[in-house]
């Protein structure tokens, strides 16, 4: 059975289009003076563009991986990623951007879109891991 690269290719060059955006956006439409951080569409980037561009550096590192697995693996990954994602936004965008209060522990959505993102990438390596093995166990298990 051929292997269907076509989502991969799509899924690596989506992740690689993100992450060069997010460079030219950075480097040409951000203006940082002294002290002050002045960028276009700052709330836009603050809670909600970060989180994202930093789910996709992982799916960039994962989508390597992806093109070494069968399709049915694929498929599970793909599933497995939708619905992480979702659970993942809600976590992010629930915590609040900026916090302003005497806590020694300030959990702003950065440090948590950045965690979630490492999460991601740890389970999903360790899943794709874990269901090639299973998948080869399987096939070679005598009937």
């Given at each position: 059975?051929?292997?269907?690269?076509?989502?991969?290719?799509?899924?690596?060059?989506?992740?690689?289009?993100?992450?060069?955006?997010?460079?030219?956006?950075?480097?040409?439409?951000?203006?940082?003076?002294?002290?002050?951080?002045?960028?276009?569409?700052?709330?836009?980037?603050?809670?909600?563009?970060?989180?994202?561009?930093?789910?996709?550096?992982?799916?960039?590192v994962?989508?390597?991986?992806?093109?070494?697995?069968?399709?049915?693996?694929?498929?599970?990954?793909?599933?497995?990623?939708?619905?992480?994602?979702?659970?993942?936004?809600?976590?992010?965008?629930?915590?609040?951007?900026?916090?302003?209060s005497?806590?020694p522990?300030?959990?702003?959505?950065?440090?948590?879109?950045?965690?979630?993102?490492?999460?991601?990438?740890?389970?999903?390596?360790?899943?794709?891991?874990?269901?090639?093995?299973?998948?080869?166990?399987?096939?070679?298990?005598?009937?």
């Amino acid at each position: 059975m051929k292997k269907e690269y076509r989502g991969r290719i799509v899924l690596l060059l989506l992740s690689i289009f993100i992450i060069i955006f997010e460079f030219i956006y950075n480097n040409y439409f951000c203006f940082s003076g002294n002290y002050s951080n002045k960028c276009f569409f700052l709330e836009f980037r603050n809670a909600l563009w970060e989180p994202f561009v930093y789910f996709f550096i992982s799916v960039a590192v994962i989508s390597a991986f992806l093109f070494l697995v069968k399709d049915k693996i694929f498929y599970k990954w793909i599933k497995f990623a939708i619905g992480y994602a979702v659970i993942a936004w809600f976590v992010i965008l629930s915590t609040p951007v900026g916090m302003h209060s005497f806590n020694p522990i300030i959990i702003e959505r950065e440090q948590v879109s950045i965690w979630m993102s490492s999460l991601f990438l740890v389970s999903s390596l360790v899943l794709i891991t874990f269901w090639s093995i299973k998948e080869r166990k399987a096939q070679h298990k005598p009937k």
